[in-house]
């Protein structure tokens, strides 16, 4: 038997503008001075002006990411308005549609929500064959005033579509700094966006298989489920594959911050490589808390906040999975405790590892793929471009071992390097969004050999100084 | 600049240079550090 083999991808986006208010910097903001939110609303952009940027449409794979570089910056200058909100790994929903999202996947009923939005989500998400319309009609929409008295009373917030509050979230207990409304919404929106990415992989393989055939979901979101004895309990890959249809699969999560979504890919693949599955799903919704992270930034810069669309992604892994493009287990590169925590001694350790495993050079590998934030997000915050960066300093230590010559990087970034097209929603842009570009190239016969290479900042949770990281080839 | 003496809090960037490196050179340069950490911007 040869590697597990990657059968379908699934990249979905929903439009948020209406959440960035509970993104973690603009919630701590709005908390000191309320009055901020006029400048966050006159900077939010319109659905249509979210689909029509190009960053987005890379995302869904309507364009390549390599075509950006011909769209002159910035990019949110430069719409395409004949763009549609169908991807062809998955859409871009509007905000209607996310929040009936939000109630659909509810179980724990405290998602309250108006009959015109209800209405407006059903007809969206059953168009794009998300949601049946009986589970749309089954929701029932909040009772006259039900909404407006529980924001009132302190136990829900407010949940908005332009300018009305059109529902609300409660909390989930009275003294649970778990279970609070604010926390409870970011785990939704978590499990909503890895929902529409699963249901939009069932739809890619219908005909051939259906959500009977998955036997496991491993989930690699960055939110922490739980409540005040286990705070980041989990197990939301259980949980979103209940709202997918999953009947017969159960799951778990994998946390690695960032690299959680790449680690659960090479582990949905150690489970299929040793005879424990035949098929597994890796799933990851979308970050709610990222959502306005730099909007100080593109406030003062008098551009639109970008940072507002939740992303998810979808990835199919088979035994009999036919000639399509293999996880390269025994390429794994691991960022040992050993190897140190500076940026050339990861990257020695998630480039050259898999790539000597691989006896490959580096000019062998066709694309890097690895942290694809979109600069036009992070650059006006004054954290430049991400990918660039990767792609030097990749670039420079391939000079030192000899795979390029000294004045090749600029060359090797040119030929081997990606724009960064993905929202900053960590584990997502981290590489495994590149995972359905390189899937369908590969079975174009376009290309042969993909890095995909993802870190962690493990010491933003206080437990250790220490970096990490996780790499992989998939190979045709 | 003139490190020896000096008390230093070491502010580091994940994609650029880290706490623990800004620490070690402060350090070897005669400085006392007295806070270090390392953000992630992305």
Excluded at chain 1, 238 to 255: H, N, Q, S
Excluded at chain 2, 22 to 42: D, N, P, R
Aim: a neutral charge.
């Amino acid at each position: 038997m040869g590697f597990p083999v990657i059968t379908s991808v699934a990249n979905v986006l929903a439009h948020v503008p209406g959440l960035v208010r509970y993104g973690s910097k603009p919630l701590r903001d709005l908390a000191q001075e309320p009055a901020r939110m006029d400048d966050i609303a006159r900077h939010l952009r319109s659905y249509e002006d979210a689909v029509a940027y190009g960053p987005n449409q890379a995302f869904l794979g309507n364009i390549e990411p390599e075509t950006l570089r011909t769209v002159p910056r910035p990019w949110f200058n430069a719409p395409d308005r004949g763009a549609p909100s169908e991807g062809a790994f998955g859409d871009l929903i509007g905000e209607a549609e996310l929040l009936g999202l939000l109630k659909l996947c509810d179980r724990a009923r405290l998602v309250q929500m108006d009959e015109a939005t209800l209405a407006a989500a059903a007809k969206g998400l059953v168009g794009r064959r998300m949601a049946a319309a009986a589970e749309m009609e089954a929701l029932k929409p909040a009772a006259a005033d039900a909404i407006r008295r529980a924001v009132e009373s302190g136990e829900a917030i407010p949940l908005w579509h332009g300018d009305r509050v059109v529902g609300s979230m409660a909390r989930g207990h009275e003294a649970d700094e778990a279970l609070t409304a604010n926390v409870l919404l970011e785990n939704l929106a978590g499990k909503a966006t890895g929902v529409l990415a699963l249901r939009r992989l069932l739809a890619q393989v219908d005909g051939r298989l259906g959500p009977d055939d998955i036997e496991f979901v491993v989930a690699g979101s960055e939110e922490a489920v739980g409540d005040r004895y286990q705070r980041g309990g989990g197990n939301i890959g259980k949980a979103i594959a209940e709202d997918a249809g999953l009947r017969r699969a159960t799951g778990f999560d994998v946390k690695a911050f960032c690299a959680s979504t790449l680690y659960a890919v090479f582990n949905a693949a150690a489970l299929i490589q040793a005879g424990t599955f035949s098929r597994v799903a890796v799933v990851a919704g979308g970050s709610l808390a990222k959502l306005g992270m730099k909007y100080r930034a593109h406030v003062a810069k008098q551009m639109p906040i970008l940072e507002d669309v939740l992303a998810g992604v979808a990835v199919l892994l088979e035994r009999d999975g036919g000639d399509g493009p293999r996880v390269r287990l025994d390429t794994l590169g691991l960022h040992t405790i050993a190897s140190g925590s500076s940026q050339q001694a990861i990257v020695q350790e998630l480039v050259m590892g898999p790539l000597a495993k691989a006896g490959c050079t580096l000019t062998e590998v066709d694309r890097y793929a690895t942290e694809m934030h979109n600069p036009e997000v992070t650059e006006p915050a004054g954290s430049g471009d991400v990918p660039l960066g990767n792609y030097r300093l990749i670039g420079a230590l391939g000079a030192l071992k000899g795979h390029i010559p000294r004045t090749g990087v600029d060359a090797f970034i040119a030929a081997h390097g990606l724009p960064g097209y993905a929202p900053t929603q960590g584990h997502i842009a981290s590489a495994v969004c590149y995972l359905a570009h390189a899937a369908r190239a590969m079975r174009a016969g376009t290309m042969r050999r993909a890095l995909f290479m993802a870190k962690g900042s493990l010491f933003l949770g206080r437990m250790t100084e220490m970096s990490d990281g996780v790499s992989f080839l998939v190979e045709a | 600049m003139e490190l020896k003496g000096k008390r230093v809090l070491a502010i580091g960037e994940r994609d650029g240079v880290n706490g623990a490196a800004i620490e070690a050179c402060v350090k070897s340069a005669g400085a006392e550090v007295l806070y270090v950490e390392t953000q992630c911007f992305v």
